[in-house]
């Protein structure tokens, strides 16, 4: 079928919205109508060539939508379903076996391959492949195929313009708390960096009781906003502040809990030292291979300990529904991270992102 999507077609270039010919779902497939999908910095960083997918391809991967079509083997959806698309994972791994599914030893090349598990493509244009199956779901286009596995079914009511962003970035940040902190009430939680997953973490944080809830940031917008879901308190990271210290002092003597999402090796540090006697960092942003970071080996001995987190740890099919309920009832109102943008607007939505001026751009999708 015919399909509007936006196609990279050159490493750092501009996204052009065209016409694309779907494949039909197989026996295990949705036809998914992409109603709107989040735009995240690793569909950048794919479309750049960190990951060395190849192009022209159709990017997205946190994509929801309305179940068309399905395959003759799915049983678990049917037409009409809403869905959120997310991870992909191979089902067959040790960690999948184990229900680690983030941390799938496939995740690779079924998220950044360009292709289905088999090599195929679902997308072609004048009769020729062209790669998509980005997380297996490229979601920038009004129609995609996903995988039943990996389909989330959620309830009619939440909007699916609000909840896609629990696709990745939502259950990343969310998952981090709820899945691997798992604090207590009145547990102290810092997180350094209030952007889309930042703050779904700190969303989460107030629904598990934290305090106080410390937001670090440079921008002075983003720390408002902070405030404004949930943090007793923030410290704007220019340079002139000893973050570690002001921790410190809010708390008298560090934070159970803090989670670092910018990547930076010195904030990294930051993150850890502000960490009480047995307190734990966790790790969501997403370096470069070759960044490293030291610490202090006494400093880790006292009981501290470093986590690294994919996808917040989850199991979308479990996990992805309760965030919705959390995004119906109030309690994550992730629309205040939203900025909204037609699909035709996707490269000043990418723009946007990049400068700071949007927090979570969201995609909608012609129809």
């Not at 109603?35 to 960190?50: E, F, K, M, N, P």
């Amino acid at each position: 079928m015919k399909i509007t999507a936006a196609v990279a077609r050159e490493r750092f270039g501009a996204f052009a919205v065209e016409t694309v010919d779907l494949d039909t779902p197989r026996d295990d497939e949705l036809l998914v109508e992409v109603v709107a999908s989040g735009i995240c910095q690793t569909d950048l960083h794919g479309r750049d060539g960190y990951y060395d997918t190849p192009l022209p391809a159709v990017f997205g991967h946190e994509g929801a939508g309305i179940v068309r079509a399905v395959g003759r083997g799915v049983t678990e959806f049917k037409p009409g379903d809403h869905v959120v698309m997310a991870y992909p994972w191979c089902g067959e791994c040790p960690n999948c076996r184990a229900h680690k599914q983030s941390y799938c030893l496939s995740v690779k090349e079924l998220k950044m391959a360009g292709t289905r598990a088999d090599g195929s493509t679902i997308h072609t244009q004048n009769g020729k492949p062209m790669y998509g199956s980005f997380f297996q779901q490229s979601s920038f286009g009004n129609f995609t195929l996903a995988n039943e596995r990996f389909a989330v079914k959620v309830r009619n009511d939440a909007p699916l313009d609000l909840i896609c962003t629990l696709a990745c970035g939502g259950q990343t940040g969310a998952g981090a708390v709820l899945n691997v902190a798992r604090p207590n009430p009145g547990d102290s939680f810092a997180v350094f960096g209030v952007g889309g997953v930042g703050l779904a973490a700190l969303m989460a944080a107030k629904i598990a009781g934290c305090d106080p809830i410390i937001a670090i940031d440079v921008h002075d917008n983003r720390l408002a906003l902070a405030k404004d879901l949930g943090a007793t308190h923030t410290i704007n990271h220019t340079g002139r502040t000893d973050v570690v210290a002001e921790i410190r002092k809010i708390t008298g003597g560090g934070v159970r809990f803090s989670i670092e999402t910018s990547a930076m090796p010195a904030v990294f540090r930051e993150a850890i030292e502000s960490l009480m006697f047995a307190g734990t960092c966790i790790l969501l942003g997403s370096a470069r291979g070759g960044t490293d970071v030291s610490f202090d080996m006494p400093f880790l001995q006292q009981g501290r300990r470093v986590i690294g987190v994919m996808q917040g740890d989850s199991v979308p099919k479990e996990f992805i529904p309760k965030l919705a309920d959390y995004v119906v009832t109030g309690q994550m109102p992730v629309e205040k991270l939203i900025k909204f943008y037609d699909l035709a607007d996707i490269n000043r939505a990418a723009d946007d992102a990049a400068k700071g001026s949007t927090i979570k751009p969201v995609l909608r999708m012609p129809h």
